[in-house]
């Protein structure tokens, strides 16, 4: 049996802005046993007429001592996203438990290519796994491609820029739903065989895919990437919000 997981306190350290609606927390957890790409904490805030609510959020980067990083959607009318995004504030404390997952993880050593397909704040624990490839420099190409309403909706944007720009073993594609940048090569969309087909790799080199966003955009992918001949066993995936 594993160890129990217990409720730690963490402490706010940095605060990131990545879109009008989403931020990157930075939170300071003494003894924090450390995590993998991929997987996720809850997180529990306490009212002072002793009300609790929590929620599941992924880990944004690799393990780094006692710190972890969460980027964090507001959720118009949530119990929690809002509180985190407009009031949490500089060593003010929340409870965190984790880490959480051991099937939607990357490992270091692995030399597979990897598929990586984000929607939305999906794209939160497969950056996580682009930056823990860079921090190890692991060599297995990566390909992500990530599905998002508008330019304005895309996390981090300038470090995904730069680091196309940097690793020739990192290729990013985007597929816009609502709103394409001026001159964009294609109309918004919904992603599709193509997309996948063309972004993706192809089944023979038995790439890792990982999909996380929306259960409907979730299992559409996987169904897409069962389709194009990846074993279901090879397709990994992550979802959030209603099931139906």
Do not use: K
């Amino acid at each position: 049996m594993g160890v129990p997981l217990t409720w730690r306190v963490a402490r706010l350290r940095e605060r990131r802005v990545e879109t009008p609606t989403a931020q990157t927390l930075v939170l300071s957890v003494p003894g924090w046993p450390g995590h993998l790409p991929g997987q996720h904490v809850d997180v529990r805030l306490t009212a002072a007429d002793g009300y609790r609510a929590a929620r599941s959020y992924s880990l944004a980067a690799p393990a780094d001592d006692d710190r972890i990083a969460l980027t964090v959607q507001r959720v118009p009318g949530g119990e929690v996203s809002p509180y985190l995004t407009d009031v949490y504030a500089e060593g003010d404390p929340v409870e965190v438990r984790g880490p959480v997952g051991g099937w939607f993880v990357w490992r270091t050593d692995s030399t597979a290519p990897v598929l990586l397909v984000a929607g939305g704040s999906g794209v939160v624990p497969l950056a996580a796994m682009v930056r823990a490839r860079r921090d190890a420099g692991n060599r297995a190409p990566f390909r992500l491609i990530y599905s998002v309403r508008t330019p304005a909706d895309v996390f981090y944007a300038d470090e995904l820029r730069r680091r196309i720009r940097d690793d020739r073993g990192l290729d990013v594609t985007y597929v816009y739903t609502r709103q394409a940048p001026d001159g964009w090569r294609d109309e918004p969309h919904r992603i599709g065989p193509a997309d996948v087909h063309r972004h993706g790799w192809p089944p023979e080199l038995e790439p890792l895919c990982y999909v996380c966003g929306p259960t409907g955009f979730v299992e559409t992918v996987a169904d897409l990437l069962v389709d194009l001949g990846h074993p279901a066993r090879r397709v990994r995936t992550e979802r959030f919000g209603p099931t139906g």
